[in-house]
């Protein structure tokens, strides 16, 4: 699966659990809170100051 901006965090943690270390690397130590996992990823992103396409690019390598 290809992630991209709409992506729910609690989606890429169920599809993919081990990117979890790649959004922790970033600055997102949020992961197990409830109101994340419903988050989009460009939520998130925009939520701790990250530039959304950088990770989108780091999630799909």
Do not use: R, W
Request: include cysteine.
């Amino acid at each position: 699966m290809k992630f991209n901006k709409d992506t729910k965090i609690g989606e890429i943690l169920e599809l993919a659990p081990e990117k979890a270390e790649i959004l922790l690397e970033i600055g997102m130590h949020c992961l197990g809170c409830p109101a994340s996992q419903m988050e989009t990823l460009e939520e998130a992103c925009d939520v701790h100051g990250i530039d959304v396409n950088e990770v989108i690019e780091k999630l799909n390598a």
